[in-house]
């Protein structure tokens, strides 16, 4: 089925991050949770929860040792590893099947639920024929859990409104990095966080326009800004 995406248009400043510092009060911002529908809610920091283990402070991986550090989001990963189509980049990361809520998590990364973070990486849409209307459907975002139901929000992806920034599907690989703070996202109800990617299975709105294996992904890091 289908996920249905709430349009992230309506966030005023275009990114979430800033929304909170620039009011300096309590503001409301966009829950992505598990079936994906969208609910305006305030952002809460909550005390005396203890975090979960997590040994990573920071996480990356350039798919040159494999897909160790990965988990399934939902049954098995259809992440493939193949040379770079383009010749540019070494090995890079692909999937065998379009999805919804996520195809792979990273481990458990430990995060202050209120700092910045930079999530970045390299992406290439690479048609096979014309785009379709919500693009090629690779899509990244974080998430408080492994579980495909797990409170997650996607920061970049390939469908105009349905993520924080656009990603190009324009055959040409692509360096991008996004600041962003945890808790104006999702609940970080343990204060660790998870990298979540996918080849979206309603890119272009129809299922019929979905095509796995045009998404590629590489060099996706994710750690606390510096200031």
């Given at each position: 089925m289908v996920e249905d995406r709430a349009p992230l248009a309506w966030i005023a400043v275009g990114t979430a991050v800033g929304v909170i510092a620039t009011a300096g009060v309590l503001a409301m911002v966009?829950?992505?949770?598990?079936?994906?529908?969208?609910?305006?809610?305030?952002?809460?920091?909550?005390?005396?929860?203890?975090?979960?283990?997590?040994?990573?402070?920071s996480f990356a991986d350039d798919f040159e040792?494999?897909?160790?550090?990965?988990?399934?989001?939902?049954?098995?990963?259809?992440?493939?590893?193949?040379?770079?189509?383009?010749?540019?980049?070494?090995?890079?990361?692909?999937?065998?099947?379009?999805?919804?809520?996520g195809d792979m998590s990273s481990p458990a990364v430990r995060v202050d639920p209120d700092a910045t973070y930079v999530l970045s990486f390299r992406y290439l849409g690479m048609p096979t024929g014309p785009v379709p209307p919500g693009g090629l459907g690779g899509f990244i975002g974080v998430s408080d859990g492994e579980s495909s139901f797990s409170d997650h929000a996607w920061i970049a992806g390939t469908e105009p409104g349905q993520s924080l920034h656009r990603l190009d599907d324009d055959g040409t690989w692509h360096s991008y990095?996004?600041?962003?703070?945890?808790?104006?996202?999702?609940?970080?109800?343990?204060?660790?966080?998870?990298?979540?990617?996918?080849?979206?299975?309603?890119?272009?709105?129809?299922?019929?326009?979905?095509?796995?294996?045009?998404?590629?992904?590489?060099?996706v890091r994710l750690e606390r800004a510096a200031r």
């Open positions: 966009l829950t992505l949770r598990g079936d994906e529908s969208a609910e305006a809610r305030p952002v809460q920091v909550s005390e005396g929860a203890a975090p979960a283990e997590a040994e990573l402070t040792g494999g897909l160790s550090q990965w988990r399934p989001r939902t049954g098995a990963l259809s992440t493939e590893l193949v040379s770079d189509p383009v010749g540019a980049r070494g090995t890079v990361v692909r999937f065998g099947r379009v999805i919804a809520r990095s996004f600041e962003f703070v945890p808790s104006q996202l999702i609940r970080v109800s343990d204060g660790t966080l998870y990298v979540i990617v996918e080849d979206f299975e309603g890119s272009g709105r129809y299922a019929a326009d979905a095509r796995p294996g045009d998404a590629y992904f590489d060099d």
